[in-house]
T-cell receptor
Framework: DTGVSQDPRHKITKRGQNVTFRCDPISEHNRLYWYRQTLGQGPEFLTYFQNEAQLEKSRLLSDRFSAERPKGSFSTLEIQRTEQGDSAMYLC??????????FGSGTQLSVL | GESVGLHLPTLSVQEGDNSIINCAYSNSASDYFIWYKQESGKGPQFIIDIRSNMDKRQGQRVTVLLNKTVKHLSLQIAATQPGDSAVYFCADTYGNNRLAFGKGNQVVVIP
């Protein structure tokens, strides 16, 4: 399977804990995106990388959230001091051209 | 229609009939539009895209229509199949790197 891979698929954590998610994009794609989706809503943009450079961040991305893409390949999204409102599906997508994104299956986060 | 809370606008369609899903966008400067299909527990899956210099584009069993005058986008699915049951999202972008997604439309195919 050469699609976008995300790990873990599910994460249950207690409020106040830190969590980290990983995304492996399609190998030839230089653009990588993180989105967040809550039940019944469309995905909301969080941040965007071109190669290893983080070029855009949404206002949704509070200072508890940090994303990296150190070698321009895989990316990690860390949430510190999780809150119940962080419970959502975290989606990663990659693309080789502007606009046409290919999504992974997401990491479902539940904060208790 | 408007979605309220967890209740998505739902289109129920008989297997074999055609489906039409509508989407309104707000940014008149948007230059690229895309439809995604999302099945339960999965990420959005690309269906078809269209640029603002076109008003119609066809794929396999799907057609996207763009009306820039009224800022309206539609997705037509021909001969709807049970595997088409999913939530469908439209998204648009203008010159930047983020897709803005609309509210989803649930399609339920009745066998």
């Amino acid at each position: 399977d050469t699609g976008v891979s995300q790990d873990p698929r599910h994460k249950i954590t207690k409020r106040g804990q830190n969590v980290t998610f990983r995304c492996d994009p399609i190998s030839e794609h230089n653009r990588l995106y993180w989105y967040r989706q809550t039940l019944g809503q469309g995905p909301e943009f969080l941040t965007y990388f071109q190669n290893e450079a983080q070029l855009e961040k949404s206002r949704l991305l509070s200072d508890r959230f940090s994303a990296e893409r150190p070698k321009g390949s895989f990316s990690t999204l860390e949430i510190q001091r999780t809150e119940q409102g962080d419970s959502a599906m975290y989606l990663c997508a990659s693309s080789s051209e502007q606009g046409k994104l290919f999504f992974g299956s997401g990491t479902q986060l539940s904060v208790l | 229609g408007e979605s309220v809370g967890l209740h998505l606008p739902t289109l129920s369609v008989q297997e074999g009939d055609n489906s039409i899903i509508n989407c309104a966008y707000s940014n008149s400067a948007s230059d690229y539009f895309i439809w995604y299909k999302q099945e339960s527990g999965k990420g959005p899956q690309f269906i078809i895209d269209i640029r603002s210099n076109m008003d119609k584009r066809q794929g396999q069993r799907v057609t996207v229509l763009l009306n820039k005058t009224v800022k309206h986008l539609s997705l037509q699915i021909a001969a709807t199949q049970p595997g088409d049951s999913a939530v469908y999202f439209c998204a648009d972008t203008y010159g930047n790197n983020r897709l803005a997604f609309g509210k989803g439309n649930q399609v339920v195919v009745i066998p």
